[in-house]
């Protein structure tokens, strides 16, 4: 029996995702987001065999379009020792140019965590801490239409000073204060929310970004590793998000491929854990530790999907995995190119409340543990929407 898909329903799918993505494609990072967002976000990942890097998040993100009057916006990511935030300036250039105006700073934003083939290497991890400014500009390519292309420019730089933690190693000699200066280029077809799985969303997109060191020196064991004064970073990305009717069921899935040149342990490629609101790109490995694989270039592939377990749809069950094929960075080479991981977990989001609870478990099997591979990992998702429900009107 063939089963059609009927032109109609395909054209109110369509629609739909058009005019969610209209409203919605406004991703925390790469974007003025002009949609009012009032969100607490939790994530704690934990592997159940060997000590790993820290893996958690605790932040309030907090979003007003109008906050200094109309057309000038403020968003800001709030945790406990950090602060990431941004001005938006909607129109300023023109009808369609947006611009940015970011501040972000604070203590321990800065860590490095040193893995190498399965093993947390604590004596040559170390805290850090700075800040720093970006002006971005934000051009809609295609005006009028309903899923909006926008072309992103920023330019940026952030300092930093490292410092050791209890257990770094005494004859372990830090970086020196790094100036840092960035250029990112983007085009974004769509965008992202900064939600904890969004039931619609759609993004492709493309990115370069030039990064320049002008406090490049030698650092570790009698100075046995450097800093690259100059990196260039590239990636492509394409994901979806969509919640079918009526049945409830939900699709997430994100394609990443991504280079560099000349990059060095601060500005590789890292992926591994499971903490989806943790950047704007997250390269999610269930099992793994938090960045444990570092990379030079990679194709990553993540897909999820969620099956209500009730007819309200409060209870869901989660089933997620992860592939990856890597080309490490020297010194941090794994026995084989792929990296693959699995997970599953239960999902509560009650009908009349605006928090989401995820309880997951995860198995990485090509992550190395003690000289062996495979290991499990549990982990908890939080995220509280405070903003105030709108008042319905009155029923016809």
């Known amino acids: 029996m063939t089963c059609r898909f009927s032109s109609l329903r395909h054209s109110r799918l369509l629609r739909r995702l058009a005019a969610a993505l209209g409203i919605w494609a406004v991703p925390a990072w790469a974007q003025v987001d002009t949609i009012p967002r009032n969100l607490i976000e939790i994530g704690y990942d934990q592997t159940a065999v060997g000590r790993g890097p820290q893996s958690e998040y605790a932040y309030y993100y907090y979003n007003r379009p109008d906050f200094f009057g109309r057309n000038v916006g403020l968003r800001a990511a709030i945790a406990p020792a950090y602060l990431d935030s941004e001005i938006g300036l909607q129109h300023l250039l023109s009808p369609t140019t947006d611009v940015g105006l970011g501040l972000a700073g604070g203590a321990f934003g800065d860590n490095f965590y040193d893995v190498a083939q399965g093993n947390y290497r604590e004596n040559e991890s170390f805290n850090g801490s700075g800040g720093g400014a970006a002006v ?4 809609r390519v295609n005006p009028g239409m309903r899923i909006p292309l926008n072309l992103m420019v920023r330019e940026g730089f952030r300092y930093s000073t490292y410092f050791d933690t209890s257990k770094t190693a005494k004859n372990f000699e830090l970086p020196g204060d790094q100036l840092r200066d960035y250029t990112r280029v983007g085009l974004r077809f769509g965008g992202r929310q900064p939600l904890l799985f969004p039931a619609l969303g759609l993004e492709l997109s493309a990115w370069f970004e030039r990064q320049r060191d002008f406090g490049a ?5 009698s100075d046995d590793r450097r800093l690259s004064p100059a990196t260039n970073l590239y990636w492509a990305y394409a994901g979806l998000n969509y919640q079918f009717k009526p049945s409830g069921d939900q699709l997430s899935f994100g394609f ?3 280079g560099s040149t000349n990059a060095d342990l601060f500005s ?8 989806p609101l943790v950047s704007e790109y997250p390269l999610m490995l269930p099992g793994y ?10 194709v990553h592939v993540y897909g999820a999907y969620q099956i209500p377990l009730d007819e309200a749809q409060r209870w869901n069950l989660l089933l997620e995995a992860a592939t990856a094929r890597l080309d490490y960075l020297p010194g941090y080479a794994q026995p084989g190119e ?15 409340s605006r928090y989401k609870v995820i ?4 198995y990485g ?7 062996k591979e495979g290991t499990e990992s549990v982990g908890l998702l939080f995220q509280w929407d405070l903003a105030p429900r709108k008042s319905q009107p009155p029923a016809r």
């Open 136 to 139: 971005s500009i934000y051009q």
């Open 217 to 221: 020196t030698a650092y570790g064991f």
């Open 256 to 258: 990443t491929a991504g």
């Open 268 to 275: 590789a490629w890292r992926l591994g854990g499971v903490l």
């Open 289 to 298: 530790y938090y960045e444990e694989l570092t990379a030079i270039r990679f």
């Open 338 to 352: 792929w990296q693959n991981g699995a997970g599953t977990g239960i999902a509560f989001s009650p009908r009349k």
């Open 359 to 362: 309880l997951r478990a995860g």
């Open 365 to 371: 099997f090509n992550a190395l543990r003690r000289g």
